[in-house]
């Protein structure tokens, strides 16, 4: 998996290319982790080369949700794949993020 990140006063954008599995999810964590949480009110996540996302994947998402929702943030995911977006929808996950494909 390969990550850039920039990080622009209250707003973040991760862009993710490849699997987001157990190993992936780990370096998103640890990534998320360096970001100026005092200031992020928005993280946008870049998913338009994220060919697949395992439940671990999945599990930090909703961690980074939980941390930024305490703050009044929101994570907005752009460039989804069908797939990936399906298995969104079919987790009701399009609920708590915002998407576009």
Same mark, same amino acid.
């Given at each position: 998996?390969? $990550?850039?990140?920039?990080?622009?006063?209250?707003?973040?954008?991760?862009?993710?290319?490849?699997?987001?599995?157990?190993?992936?999810?780990?370096? $998103?964590?640890?990534?998320?982790?360096?970001? /100026?949480?005092?200031?992020?009110?928005?993280?946008?996540?870049?998913?338009?080369?994220?060919?697949?996302?395992?439940?671990?994947?999945?599990?930090?998402? $909703?961690?980074?949700?939980?941390?930024?929702?305490?703050?009044?943030?929101?994570?907005?995911?752009? /460039?989804?794949?069908?797939?990936?977006?399906?298995?969104?929808?079919?987790?009701?996950?399009?609920?708590?993020?915002?998407?576009?494909?």
């Amino acid at each position: 998996m390969e $990550l850039t990140i920039t990080q622009e006063g209250e707003r973040a954008k991760f862009v993710v290319a490849g699997k987001i599995d157990e190993s992936g999810s780990e370096i $998103l964590k640890r990534r998320f982790r360096e970001l /100026n949480m005092s200031s992020l009110k928005e993280l946008t996540l870049d998913f338009g080369k994220v060919s697949h996302i395992g439940s671990a994947g999945i599990g930090k998402l $909703l961690l980074f949700y939980k941390d930024l929702a305490l703050r009044g943030g929101e994570i907005r995911i752009e /460039n989804m794949s069908e797939a990936v977006s399906e298995l969104f929808k079919m987790l009701k996950l399009d609920t708590i993020f915002i998407m576009s494909r």
